[in-house]
C-alpha cells in the first residue's frame, strides 16, 4: 500500500482507538469517558441502529455493502468535521478505517473517501490487538475475517505519518491506563 499523502501542517489533539471487529476499542473508549475524557461513538453500530428506527433488518442492510460503508463514513466525516482540533478527543474509529474496510469487501474507493482521507489528521493511533471473537446483532464477522480487518486496519493506518502504537491484550482497565502512559 503506498503511503497517503496528507497536509502534516495541519495538527489536532484527536487520538484514534481501532483495531479489528471484537478488539475492545468500545470498551476502551468507554472507559476513558468514564475517567472523564471525552470521546467519541463507533459509526458503524450507530449506523445499523439508526437503519433499525427506520424499519430495516440488519441484513437488508448489510446486503448492500458500498451503501452501508458509505452512510458510515459520512458519519465518520460530518463528526470529524465538527471537532475542535484543539480539544483533546479519543475516537471510536476514525475516517481511515473506511479504507480498510473498502478494501476487504473489494469495494472500489470513491471520491467522498478519496478526498476524506486526504484531510484527516490525527495526533496519535491506538491499535488494539484483537480479542476473542463475539458476535452480536451488529457484529457477523468469523475468525479469518476479524484477522483480516485488522491487518488492513494495521496496514492503512501505518501507511500515514501519525505514530502508531498497538496495545497488547490486557484487562480493560490496564489498556486504558497503557494508552495513557502512550500518550
Not at 499523502?5 to 468507554?30: A, F
Not at 475542535?84 to 478494501?103: C, G
Request: with cysteine.
Amino acid at each position: 500500500m503506498e503511503k497517503i499523502i496528507v497536509d502534516i501542517t495541519k495538527q489536532t489533539n484527536w487520538y484514534v482507538i481501532t483495531g479489528g471487529p471484537s478488539s475492545g476499542k468500545t470498551t476502551t473508549v468507554n472507559l476513558l469517558r468514564d475517567r472523564g475524557y471525552i470521546t467519541t461513538m463507533e459509526h458503524a453500530r450507530h449506523f445499523l441502529d439508526t437503519q433499525r428506527l427506520k424499519g430495516r433488518t440488519i441484513e437488508d442492510v448489510r446486503k448492500n455493502q458500498r451503501e452501508f460503508q458509505l452512510g458510515v463514513l459520512d458519519m465518520q466525516i460530518e463528526q470529524e468535521n465538527e471537532i475542535n482540533p484543539e480539544v483533546q478527543v479519543f475516537l471510536d474509529r476514525a475516517i481511515p478505517d473506511a479504507l480498510a474496510y473498502y478494501m476487504f469487501l473489494n469495494l472500489s474507493v470513491d471520491d467522498r473517501l478519496t478526498v476524506a482521507l486526504k484531510k484527516v489528521c490525527y495526533k496519535k493511533i491506538f491499535i488494539m490487538d484483537y480479542l476473542p471473537l463475539k458476535n452480536d446483532y451488529a457484529r457477523n464477522e468469523n475468525a479469518e475475517a476479524q484477522k483480516r480487518i485488522h491487518e488492513l486496519i494495521t496496514e492503512v493506518y501505518e501507511s500515514f505519518p501519525f505514530p502508531v502504537v498497538h496495545v497488547p491484550v490486557l484487562p480493560a482497565e490496564e489498556r486504558v491506563d497503557f494508552i495513557l502512559k502512550n500518550l
